[in-house]
């Protein structure tokens, strides 16, 4: 096991001081780590290892280029997924070449079509390949591909095998040429194609068999619901036997409608009805993130669930009210509204709340009232407490966080260096910024 960072609290050492004492203390950490200063040191470091990583004990993608001071790093900060403060550089991929056999497609759990190329396997960086995905249609447009062409297959760093391209020498027949397929190949419906996306989606959600297992599963998964015995199969096969048509029909399941079935000894089916149960328990958010919306995964599903506060409030949203959320753009919004335009998921919804859902946020989490319907922005570094921190702090006291500075916003939370944007705004507006330290005085009042 190589080591490759310390955490710790003194953020006045050095990213590469830390590896070096923990390489005192025992531990191992990679030998070729190279601190350099300039941009030009960092290219001569990637040639240096393009060539000679083969002759490294274990195998590598590429490198990881990092800022050296922890200072630093702190106030680089992380995006909701990545930090700011590093980044990779990937060699280029083993390549092979063969025969493309077939594209099959498949329906996922919000309906998008993914089109899968299936070839005659080969051996790549030591692990057999038969399939890759070609994501979308503009990507089979784009390779032009027809069966029975030869195909040049790469392993990127993800480790997910692609389609990079022809032999233009050997290639299959003209009337071979691939065509997106038009219709569901689950439900059959006609496919669409929604504005501003690349995907191809199945809009019958709720009559697609695919898509209402995948639904389920999700619904169900740690993530999401967190029900436990509930595997996939399981769902699977209560689908196949009538027991659940939609995430809803979870809470109706009995002790009767278990013990029959395979594979579904008495104890294990009054595990898994206990953890239903249990399951009436989760917050609002995840609630939201369970219900499967295309595009509102677990960051927006608390995102959402934070600025409206109950399932209502959102339903009842209008366009701009969205898409003043904080991180949520055109695309999402769009799903969203497409999802509560549906009366079938508007039913499943009411049944979920009959049975004892929580469509709320937790009254239990707010401290007050105080900034009941505020729309706030939050702008600069702080001293005292850290972002995250301010947030939390405007959400549990009834206020509404938005990103940019617009005639709704009530104040601007500023800290140092506010964005020149958001500070011309404000003064032309006449919105006032107030510092970390009046809004706390706010909240004690
Ligand atoms: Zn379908």
């Known amino acids: 096991m190589l080591f490759y960072s310390v955490v710790g609290e003194n953020s006045s050492l050095y990213h590469s001081e830390l590896l070096e004492k923990s390489r005192q203390w025992g531990f191992l950490i990679p030998e070729s780590m190279k601190r350099v200063n300039s941009i030009n040191k960092i290219f001569d470091f990637i040639d240096f290892w393009e060539t000679k990583k083969s002759e490294l004990p274990y195998e590598i993608d590429g490198i990881v280029i990092k800022v050296n001071s922890i200072k ?58 038969k399939r890759a995905s070609l994501h979308n249609s503009d990507q089979i447009e784009k390779l032009g591909l027809r069966i029975g062409d030869y195909v040049y297959v ?68 740690r993530k999401a619901m967190n029900i436990e015995s509930f595997g996939s199969e399981r769902v699977a096969l209560l689908f196949n036997k009538g027991v659940i048509n939609n995430i809803a029909d979870i809470y109706k399941i009995e002790i009767e409608n278990l013990v029959n079935l395979e594979g579904m000894a008495e104890k294990s089916a009054l595990n898994l009805i206990e953890s239903i149960k249990l399951s009436k328990k989760q917050p609002f958010e995840k609630i939201l993130f369970s ?43 769009n799903s969203i509204r497409d999802y509560f335009n549906n009366s079938k998921n508007l039913l499943i919804l009411e049944k979920l709340s009959k049975v004892g859902l929580n469509f709320k946020i937790d009254k239990n989490n707010v401290r007050s009232n105080v900034l009941h319907g505020k729309i706030i922005v939050i702008s600069g570094t702080f001293q005292t407490m850290s972002r995250e921190k301010i947030k939390q702090l405007v959400l549990e006291n009834g206020g509404k966080l938005s990103s940019a500075v617009n005639s709704k916003t009530k104040f601007i939370i500023g800290g140092q260096s506010i964005g020149p944007t958001k500070n011309e705004k404000a003064k032309i507006l006449k919105i006032p910024i107030i510092s970390e330290k009046d809004f706390l005085e706010m909240l004690n009042t």
Request: with cysteine.
């Open 72 to 129: 630093v790093q702190n106030e680089l900060d992380f995006t909701a997924k990545v930090p700011r403060w590093a980044i990779s550089y990937k060699y280029k991929a083993e390549r092979q070449s063969t025969i493309l056999v077939s594209v099959t497609y498949q329906v996922g759990r919000t309906g998008a079509i993914t089109p899968v190329a299936n070839f005659e396997p080969i051996n790549l960086s030591g692990t057999i390949v």
């Open 154 to 221: 790469e392993k990127g760093g993800e480790i997910i095998p692609k389609i990079v391209g022809f032999d233009k020498l050997r290639r299959g027949s003209i009337e071979n040429i691939i065509k997106f397929v038009e219709n569901c190949p689950d439900c059959g419906s006609k496919l669409k194609k929604i504005e501003g996306e690349a995907q191809h989606y199945c809009k019958d959600e709720n009559n697609c068999k695919t898509q209402i297992i995948g639904k389920i599963q999700h619904f169900v998964s």
């Open 291 to 333: 219900m499967g919306i295309r595009h509102v995964g677990e960051t927006v599903a608390s995102k959402l669930a934070n600025h409206f506060g109950s399932i209502e409030n959102l339903i009842n949203s209008s366009y701009d009210d969205l898409i003043s959320v904080e991180e949520i753009g055109e695309k999402i919004v």
